[in-house]
């Protein structure tokens, strides 16, 4: 079943078209929502939680209709909104707890949910200390528990690495990936960086001013190309010549050798020149496309359109 449907769905602003006739449906998973700033991604989770209106069109989360059952969806769907919102004189402990309140768990319950949340995102050992004091990416984290903290069955979470480094970003990245492995839950997350999301997404959907460009699976994104990537210890400008002599196509990109694939036999003609050579061969396999050529090609296409 989908977990989210949208049909024709509309967000007009004065002056901006938000969404534009967004027609899409998300299965279970972890799916990233991708769009440059100002796509329209935020808007969608705000009409999704039925905080913002839409213009026209329909839209479901877990079955129930967006703009009639609000509240039942956010008692089931956990939220991190992407802007800072955290007051800075309470606790960790005492802000989680708060908000597992606010979403109808007794005390106690509340209590013991907040500190195995806490755990889950890293932040056990700081739960005490005023937020005011935390660095950008434990702030992050506290935001991420208050939305799991009710363990609902859906998470909708807007730039979750903004601002971070890039330790960060992959600690961020990691522990999203494992709200799903670990604990079954849904995923919808925004990005308007296509790689993070490359990384850790079942399913990606891209958006560009309010309209849908696609909705496919990562796998699909990054289908094998007719290339292979061959990395080498050394000499790379060597084999690159060594394979043009041989009668292959050969393109560069960083240290990586691209070469185009002719059969079965390019790979028993890369690795005899390597070793003709004397060199060692680090990485020899097909080149996977990556989103952002495919969201750029997309982007292109439509622009053309
Ligand atoms: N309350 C509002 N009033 C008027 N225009 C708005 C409002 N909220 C959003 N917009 C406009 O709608 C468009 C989509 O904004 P939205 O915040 O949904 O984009 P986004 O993809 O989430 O980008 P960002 O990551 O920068 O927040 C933008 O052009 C924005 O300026």
Redesign the pocket.
């Known amino acids: 079943m989908s977990i989210i449907t949208t049909d024709e769905l509309t967000k007009r602003?004065?002056g901006?078209t938000?969404l534009d006739r967004l027609t899409v449906s998300i299965e279970p998973g972890v799916v990233g929502l991708v769009?440059a700033?100002?796509?329209?991604?935020?808007?969608?989770l705000k009409i999704l939680l039925g905080l913002n209106d839409a213009t026209s069109g329909q839209a479901t989360m877990l079955g129930l209709d967006v703009a009639a059952e609000g509240p039942q969806i956010r008692g089931r769907v956990g939220y991190m909104p992407?802007h800072d919102c955290l007051p800075a004189d309470v606790s960790a402990t005492e802000f989680v707890v708060h908000m597992a309140r606010m979403s109808g768990l007794p005390s106690s319950a509340a209590r013991e949910r907040t500190a195995d949340t806490l755990r889950h995102v890293g932040l056990y050992e700081e739960r005490y200390r005023p937020i005011g004091g935390y660095s950008t990416g434990m702030r992050q984290r506290v935001k991420l528990a208050q939305a799991l903290v009710h363990d609902p069955e859906l998470v909708l979470l807007d730039?979750p690495t903004n601002g971070l480094d890039p330790a960060g970003r992959d600690e961020m990245l990691a522990l999203i990936r494992r709200v799903h492995t670990d604990f079954g839950i849904s995923v919808l997350v925004?990005s308007?960086l296509l790689g993070e999301l490359e990384r850790i997404c079942d399913h990606v959907v891209v958006i560009d001013a309010?309209v849908l460009l696609r909705s496919s699976s990562t796998a699909d994104f990054t289908r094998a190309t007719q290339q292979l990537a061959v990395e080498v210890t050394a000499e790379a400008d060597a084999v690159a010549r060594t394979l043009t002599e041989a009668g292959l196509k050969v393109g560069r990109d960083a240290n990586l050798l691209l070469v185009e694939l002719a059969g079965d036999a390019t790979y028993d003609v890369v690795r005899d020149a390597v070793a003709q050579l004397g060199q060692g061969l680090v990485r020899l396999e097909p080149r996977r496309h990556r989103i952002a050529e495919v969201f750029e090609g997309g982007a292109r296409d439509a622009a053309a359109v």
């Open positions: 602003y004065p901006v938000a769009g700033n100002g796509a329209g991604k935020s808007t969608l992407e730039e925004t308007h309010g």
